[in-house]
């Protein structure tokens, strides 16, 4: 009567796992089970029903329960196999594999189910030596080709999700390892998953805590070890450069940042910060160029990093590279809605604006700071030079470009000679703004007037005598090298 009601729980149970309901089959194999608990079919099924719901350690327990009663019962050796393969031990696969291949050498199912577990043999080698090569992405790549095989194989998913934390995919590799610790809370790769996550989301001091308290209940963790002492060192190189910065010893602070860089480059947060660091030490030695690589080596490896581009942008603003610098700016209020980064890209295009204009100061040859007589001298000097009578003799475009430099050195007298003018043009207001045109100039009038009215024109003066000064204190043009003379004073 036992073995006839077991039957009927079977064939009910069986019926059930027809309809996909695993649940409903399991509770009744089970009861199957109770009444007969020395028939390995039973087993087998429940073994089967779990398999159906990835319960594959429980089914794997169930297969070699029913592998023990009967050993000649061939579909537990193959549950098994899939169950073993299903969890990562190839080994184990491989062996219940040979034992169906025994009896049955063309079994198509146990042949296939042997060539996956030898892929999955391959895809675990091929990520090791990845892995030892420092080659993370490809490393990760061959672990999820092994975990196609091996969905529930805990191990090849936490040295996955390793391999994503140094890759920078802090989430995924978190999500991994909360996945793991929910089932198993203690197991010490996922909490080490958990400590490099902290480490590489560069918050050093929390994972240097947990790596520490894996190490108490895991002292033999090799890899936790070695993670352990690279972070203390980078914490401790980072520390030692930030102290020199401050203490304003730039030229160790320097050392300090580009030794802690050459610690770990996978660690893309950290190095960022350094990065933006050793830029900040090199904005103080007045090297802009090299602070621009390292703001860009920095946004490179965090592209949200708004320090780095704020750096960036009053390093190319000190390098008057002022496009860049509005590029940057540009990037920030993107990043930030703020209103001081609205200011910030507001004066950026303003200084834009202005080094587009013509430096009058510079045509000249004079400081912003020049004093009236010193503009005066500069521009009597500069028109003498670029007057386009001194350049009779020159090709056609010598004569143009002196004509431009002339009409240039005229156009900036009249600006800087102008207290008014000036000011709006140091304040980088528009000068064409309620005080005409800057198109009208003649610089044929403003050096007639200059050099006074009596001086007759600039052409045909004849030759250059003897130049000296006027006993009234003008000029005469001969100390000046040219085809033409006149006096004035």
């Known amino acids: 009567p036992a073995a006839a009601s077991a039957d009927e729980k079977k064939a009910a149970g069986n019926e059930q796992y ?15 089970i109770e009444l ?21 350690a429980v089914a794997l327990d169930d297969a070699k329960t029913a592998i023990r009663l009967d050993g000649s019962f061939l579909k537990a050796y193959t549950r098994a196999a899939k169950c073993n393969l299903a969890l990562g031990d190839v080994q184990a696969a491989v062996h219940c594999l040979d034992k169906v291949l025994e009896d049955q050498p063309g079994n198509k199912d146990a042949l296939n189910d042997k060539r996956s577990a030898e892929a999955v043999l ?24 092994a975990l196609d095989q091996a969905p529930s194989c805990v191990a090849f998913k936490l040295r996955q999700a390793e391999g994503m934390a140094k890759l920078g995919r802090i989430s995924d590799a978190q999500s991994v ?53 690279l972070a203390k060192q980078l914490r401790l190189k980072k520390d030692e450069g930030n102290v020199a910065f401050k203490s304003g010893k730039f030229a160790d602070a320097e050392q300090l940042y580009t030794a802690a860089l050459e610690l770990d480059e996978h660690n893309k947060i950290t190095n960022a910060k350094l990065y933006n660091n050793r830029a900040a030490v090199r904005m103080k030695l007045r090297e802009f160029p090299r602070a621009i690589t390292d703001c860009t080596r920095a946004v490179e490896l965090d592209d949200s990093y708004v320090k780095a581009y704020q750096r960036r942008a009053r390093c190319y603003t000190e390098n008057e590279q002022f496009e860049e610098a509005v590029r940057d700016y540009d990037k920030v209020f993107q990043i930030e809605h703020t209103r001081a980064n609205k200011d910030a ?18 045509i000249l040859g004079v400081s912003k700071s020049a004093t009236e007589d010193e503009i005066k001298k500069a521009y009597r000097k500069q028109a003498l030079k670029h007057h386009p009578d001194r350049h009779a003799n020159a090709s056609e475009e010598e004569k143009a470009e002196a004509e431009k430099r002339f009409k240039e050195v005229g156009e900036a007298y009249s600006i800087l000679s102008d207290a008014r003018k000036r000011a709006r043009f140091d304040s980088g207001q528009d000068l064409e ?57």
């Open 122 to 145: 391959k895809f675990k080698i091929r990520a090791e030596e990845c892995e030892a090569r420092g080659d993370f992405r490809t490393a990760v790549y061959h672990y999820k080709q």
């Open 433 to 489: 703004d309620g005080m005409g045109g800057m198109g009208d100039i003649d610089p044929s009038t403003i050096f007639q007037a200059f050099f006074g009215g009596g001086m007759g024109g600039m052409g045909g003066m004849g030759g250059m005598g003897g130049g000296r000064r006027g006993g009234g204190g003008g000029y005469y043009a001969d100390d000046m090298p040219g085809t033409f003379s006149f006096s004035f004073g």
């Open 36 to 56: 007969a608990p020395s028939c390995a079919a039973y087993y087998g099924n429940r073994a089967a029903a779990n398999m159906m719901m990835e319960k594959y």
């Open 345 to 362: 890209l507001h004066e950026a295009k303003h200084r834009l604006k202005m080094s587009q204009r013509k430096d009058y100061y510079k």
């Open 177 to 229: 390892a909360n996945e793991v610790l929910t089932r198993d809370r203690l197991n010490p790769d996922a909490i080490f998953v958990r400590a490099l996550c902290l480490y590489y989301n560069d918050d050093v001091e929390n994972a240097v805590k947990l790596f520490k308290q894996l190490l108490v209940s895991d002292p033999d963790h090799s890899r936790c070890k070695v993670a352990l002492r």
């Open 18 to 32: 027809k309809k996909k309901n695993y649940l409903a089959a399991v509770q009744l194999y089970s009861e199957a």
